[in-house]
């Protein structure tokens, strides 16, 4: 595993801002032939960080239009290496055409997120950096761009950092026992600075696996998953979240079939809220599946919202349901003594009692929120993660055991190169392959 698996080679051009009809639209260009196309482009000699009004020539010098071009001398640029902005008006067939002179040129069109690579193998960001890039674009809520620009800034890779630092202090210690013996080591040397080390490591692991999965679930949001009978009003409870009539309203049992889901925020975070066919046993095959997609959604959501018709309040039984919705609260005659904060009383027609819900749904984030520092991270940063404490706890375990010092140092070597493919100081092509798919094109 090595990080600098291939130099990419090339001159890259791309549409940097959005498609379609624009105010301005941005072309960037990066790589050795930059400066040149800029002068070809422009008729002017690039200068390093200077915004030049200029006109844009295609093939033979024809005038494009006129536009703003930036030129940023390597290393100190976005990819590190030479890189060129224009910004023309925003028609898609401007657009084409300069794009077009720069193929024409020499260069060649980049591959979805081919700036953000170059600027990973040039060192001008890690991996986590990269991906944060992605995250960043993506965001749909401001916690969770707030979040990615801190991963951005680096301070997720720090956290990893740092307790790779402890790692290698740990391993450093371990190595130097294994050389001396114990009349020749120093008191910083000995087994109980040893396992002080290791305790410290060990809760900095810990912290930072919880703080992933915090990241996690700001970059992805939470999953909410409505459940329960046909008819219980499932679907009207989930367009009143959505404040949308998203899904299919019927006074019909078994109306919704597939599973039906919407993006939302609540206080600044995203939410993916998925309604689902009614929970009964049927002959009918397409609703067998819908029933066994709800069962599923239910297994993977991180809350469950399990909907019953109010009227039923008294038998319905509470155990192992997290939060136990009951509706149509206004067709009730007496109003149910309910004291649990787990169970809300509402009406998806009229809205009463929604609120609550809401308030209660929003709580879910209070982790997050109280995370000043929460950044934004991957499934992928969890396994790794999760991999490198793994072989963290055998070499504690080895150490608190008495086991042959060299297994030690083993496991800690496995620890810090778990952490390692988190920055990406160690990766591989098919990892880089995978994260920089799904990039857009232009970053
Ligand atoms: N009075 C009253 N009627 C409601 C309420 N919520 C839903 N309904 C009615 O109950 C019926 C079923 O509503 P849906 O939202 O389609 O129920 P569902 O649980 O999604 O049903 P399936 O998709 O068949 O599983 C419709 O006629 C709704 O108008 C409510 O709070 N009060
Ligand atoms: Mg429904």
Redesign the pocket.
């Known amino acids: 595993m090595n990080k600098k698996i291939k130099k990419v080679t090339g001159t890259i051009a791309a549409q940097a801002s959005a498609r379609g009809a624009a105010g301005i639209s941005v072309i960037r260009v990066s790589g050795p032939q930059t400066k040149e196309f800029f002068s070809e482009i422009t008729k002017k000699t690039p200068v390093d960080r200077n915004a030049a009004y200029t006109t844009f020539y295609g093939s033979n010098d024809k005038e494009i239009d006129s536009g703003v071009a930036v030129f940023f001398e390597g290393p100190k640029s976005y990819t590190g290496e030479d890189v060129a902005e224009f910004s023309s008006h925003g028609s898609p067939a401007i657009v084409e055409m300069i794009l077009n002179r720069i193929y024409e040129l020499g260069g060649r069109e980049a591959q979805p997120g081919e700036f953000t690579k170059r600027a990973y193998l040039n060192d001008k960001m890690d991996l986590t950096q990269a991906e944060a890039v992605a995250d960043l674009i993506e965001s749909t809520s401001a916690r969770t761009a707030i979040a990615a620009k801190r991963s951005l800034a680096g301070e997720f890779s720090k956290k990893v950092g740092d307790i790779s630092n402890k790692v290698t202090g740990v391993r450093v210690l371990v190595e130097t026992m294994l050389d001396f013996s114990d009349q020749d080591l120093d008191e910083t040397k000995h087994p109980e600075t040893l396992l002080s080390m290791l305790e410290e490591a060990k809760d900095s692991f810990e912290k930072l696996i919880e703080q992933t999965r915090i990241g996690i679930r700001v970059r992805n949001g939470l999953v909410i998953t409505i459940m ?12 009143k979240i959505c404040g949308s009539e998203r ?10 079939r597939d599973i039906v889901s919407e993006n939302i925020t609540i206080d600044g975070f995203p939410l993916k809220v998925l ?1 689902t ?2 929970l009964r046993y049927s002959e009918d095959e397409i609703e067998q599946e819908g029933v066994k997609r709800a069962l599923e959604a239910g297994k993977s959501a991180d809350m469950v919202l399990e ?1 019953f018709d109010a009227k039923d309040w008294k038998t319905i039984n509470r155990e192992n349901k997290s939060t136990i919705v009951l ?5 009730l005659e007496d109003n149910p003594q309910l004291d649990e904060p787990n169970i809300f009383l ?5 809205g009463k009692g929604v609120d609550r819900l809401l308030d209660h749904i929003a709580d879910q984030f209070i982790d997050a929120d109280s995370h000043e520092s929460s950044i934004t991270a991957r499934e992928r940063h969890l396994r790794s993660i999760g991999d490198a404490y793994t072989a963290f706890c055998k070499a504690e375990k080895g150490v608190v055991e008495n086991e042959a010092l060299d297994l030690v140092a083993e496991e800690l070597l496995q620890a810090q190169n778990s952490l390692a493919e988190v920055t990406g100081e160690f990766t591989t092509e098919d990892l880089l392959g995978e994260i920089f798919k799904s990039f857009c094109i232009g970053k």
């Open positions: 329960g009978e046909p008819n219980v009003g499932k679907s009207s409870l989930f367009n899904a299919i309203v019927s006074s019909k049992a078994g109306t919704t309604d066919a009614g909907v509706n149509k609260s206004d067709l509402l009406s998806a027609k009229t």
